[in-house]
């Protein structure tokens, strides 16, 4: 089992990663120092599959164990209501500050009990299970938690960091090979803003991955986990600008998924159309070099990712909604621009004619060929 450190002083804690590594989690918990009751909230399907196994392993560490397993299968179960749900649950088995949460499930299941956790009784200790590639690379690791409003996602949350996070790669076996694409996506991106061999890694593995080869997945998550570790560590709240290198892709890309019919677009497909658009400008502004560009691209078609914007997203709406990113400060639009693959920058002052042309230019990609020329 491979153990990596968030070192955040007194909110520090470990992410262990391997296969097959579930029945360790109750010895786990107790060596570092909960007892009481434990609440495993997850949804039905999960359950199915994991919840025996959780329970389990707590049990026979003496745990008094109880479950909520009524979380929808989508990101509705980001609501009021669940939330609530979640409460009352734990009010009725008489939950108190003594005992704790454990979020089985992917990044909507941490989200929600992570910010159930992180306000019942004004907060109680939680353990992350994630059991999607995305939450084990990504959303299981920093402590952001969160549910959504009619109006919005991700509008309400809280900074509450796990106790624990406890990733089995094993897990990843019935995950459907969709939500390992649109994964990838992220991974692809920790190569981007931090690791040049570790993208190197990608560009010859990425096809074993999307075949949900354990052993490389292991290295991939655990390779992932110590990059964002490293980032969270340097940057827990958002303040330092450390951080903001997590959003490499995202302003672009949050801004397709706005703009795409009805938010059809997977966040996946919007980070990897987000990262070819912030390749593409970084070139246009001379920072990043047209071959490092097309090696970012030909990973990305390698993953079965796209590269070209369909004509359905409005450039006029793309627009609009890049300028009510929450990243615009003072009126000025900031991106995260890679330099080379392995680095990025925030660059700010870019005029919305050159953002406006990317977009353009994304939408005429012609995937067969090469880009750099167009
Ligand atoms: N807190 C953070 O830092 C952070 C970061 C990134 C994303 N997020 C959030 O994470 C969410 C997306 O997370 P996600 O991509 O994990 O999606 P998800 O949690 O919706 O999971 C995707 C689907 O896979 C199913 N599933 C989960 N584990 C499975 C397994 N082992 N086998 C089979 N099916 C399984 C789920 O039931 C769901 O239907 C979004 O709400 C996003 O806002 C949070
Ligand atoms: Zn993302």
Same mark, same amino acid.
């Given at each position: 089992? +491979?153990?990596?450190? =968030?070192?955040?002083?007194?909110?520090?804690?470990?992410?262990?990663?391997?296969?097959?590594?579930?029945?360790?989690?109750?010895?786990?918990?107790?060596?570092i120092g909960l007892s009481g009751k434990a609440l495993i909230v997850t949804s039905p399907k999960i359950a199915g599959w994991y919840l025996g196994r959780v329970s389990k392993a707590l049990r026979s560490e003496g745990f008094e @164990?109880? $479950?909520?397993?009524? !979380?929808? $299968? &989508?990101?509705?179960?980001?609501? *009021?209501?669940?939330?609530?749900?979640?409460?009352?649950?734990?009010?009725?088995?008489?939950? &108190?500050?003594?005992?704790?949460?454990?979020?089985?499930?992917?990044?909507? @299941?941490?989200?929600?009990?992570?910010?159930?956790?992180?306000?019942?009784?004004?907060?109680?200790?939680?353990?992350?299970?994630?059991?999607?590639?995305?939450?084990? =690379?990504?959303? $299981?690791?920093?402590?952001?938690? %969160?549910?959504?409003?009619?109006?919005?996602? /991700?509008?309400?949350?809280?900074?509450?960091?796990?106790?624990?996070?406890?990733?089995?790669?094993?897990?990843?076996?019935?995950?459907? &090979?969709?939500?390992?694409?649109?994964?990838?996506?992220?991974?692809?991106?920790?190569? #981007?803003?931090?690791?040049?061999?570790?993208?190197?890694?990608?560009?010859? /593995?990425?096809?074993? #991955? +999307?075949?949900? &080869?354990?052993?490389?997945? !292991?290295?991939?998550?655990?390779?992932?986990?110590?990059?964002?570790?490293? @980032?969270?560590?340097?940057?827990?709240?958002?303040?330092?600008?450390?951080?903001? @290198?997590?959003?490499?892709?995202?302003?672009?890309?949050?801004?397709?998924?706005?703009?795409?019919?009805?938010?059809?677009?997977?966040?996946?497909?919007? =980070? %990897?159309?987000? #990262?070819?658009?912030?390749?593409?400008?970084?070139?246009?502004?001379?920072?990043?070099?047209?071959?490092?560009?097309?090696? *970012?691209?030909?990973?990305?078609?390698?993953?079965?990712?796209?590269?070209?914007?369909?004509?359905?997203?409005? !450039?006029?709406? =793309?627009?609009?909604?890049i300028r009510y990113d929450k990243k615009k400060i003072k009126g000025v639009l900031r991106f995260v621009l890679p330099v080379k693959i392995g680095k990025v920058k925030v660059v700010s002052a870019i005029s919305a004619e050159k953002?406006?042309?990317?977009?353009? *230019?994304? *939408?005429?990609?012609?995937?067969?060929?090469?880009?750099?020329?167009?």
């Open positions: 089992m +491979k153990r990596i450190r =968030v070192a955040l002083k007194e909110r520090s804690y470990d992410v262990c990663i391997g296969k097959n590594i579930l029945p360790l989690l109750g010895k786990e918990i107790r060596r @164990v109880f $479950s909520f397993s009524k !979380l929808p $299968s &989508d990101e509705f179960a980001k609501s *009021q209501k669940n939330l609530f749900g979640i409460y009352r649950h734990l009010l009725k088995n008489g939950f &108190d500050r003594s005992s704790f949460l454990i979020a089985l499930g992917g990044g909507v @299941v941490g989200d929600v009990a992570g910010f159930a956790a992180s306000t019942f009784m004004r907060g109680i200790p939680w353990i992350g299970v994630p059991t999607t590639l995305l939450a084990q =690379v990504d959303s $299981s690791i920093g402590g952001k938690t %969160a549910i959504d409003l009619p109006d919005g996602k /991700n509008l309400i949350g809280t900074f509450h960091q796990p106790r624990l996070v406890f990733s089995d790669v094993e897990t990843l076996k019935t995950l459907p &090979d969709r939500e390992i694409k649109h994964a990838l996506a992220e991974i692809i991106k920790y190569g #981007m803003i931090w690791d040049e061999n570790f993208f190197r890694l990608l560009e010859k /593995n990425i096809l074993r #991955m +999307k075949r949900k &080869d354990l052993k490389i997945l !292991l290295s991939a998550v655990s390779r992932c986990a110590e990059i964002k570790a490293r @980032v969270v560590g340097g940057d827990e709240r958002e303040t330092k600008g450390l951080r903001a @290198v997590l959003n490499y892709g995202h302003t672009f890309g949050h801004a397709f998924e706005a703009a795409s019919r009805g938010w059809s677009m997977p966040h996946g497909e919007a =980070v %990897a159309l987000g #990262m070819m658009a912030a390749g593409r400008l970084a070139c246009e502004l001379g920072v990043f070099p047209w071959r490092d560009y097309e090696r *970012q691209r030909t990973l990305i078609q390698k993953a079965a990712l796209p590269v070209r914007l369909p004509r359905s997203v409005k !450039l006029s709406r =793309v627009l609009e909604s953002v406006r042309k990317t977009i353009e *230019q994304l *939408q005429e990609i012609n995937a067969g060929s090469c880009a750099c020329h167009g």
